[in-house]
């Protein structure tokens, strides 16, 4: 399952799964692209493992590697307690 986390200015949807049995949290980033379709990228927590980046730049990967540190301990949070919306004291 996949929960939905934060949409930015530009259009792209940051999800998370729940937490995996090996303690771990797949992040997946998908932003729209008129030529590509989608740019998509898969962050795993809490090593900050990416995966099959596709259509980011280093540029725009910097930027989300920001967004994901700056946010994990809360991607964290929710993935234990099924996702933002279901977040207690929020």
Not at 15 to 35: F, G, L, Q, W
Not at 48 to 60: A, L, N, S, T
Request: aromatic letters at 12%; one cysteine or more.
């Amino acid at each position: 399952m996949m929960y939905p986390f934060l949409t930015l200015d530009d259009s792209t949807e940051i999800v998370h799964s729940e937490m995996r049995d090996d303690n771990t949290v797949k992040v997946y980033i998908e932003k729209p692209d008129a030529k590509d379709c989608f740019h998509h990228a898969t962050c795993y927590l809490p090593s900050y493992r990416w995966e099959d980046v596709v259509g980011f730049d280093e540029k725009e990967l910097a930027r989300l590697q920001e967004i994901i540190e700056s946010t994990a301990h809360l991607i964290i949070e929710f993935s234990q307690s099924g996702g933002f919306e279901h977040a207690a004291g929020l």
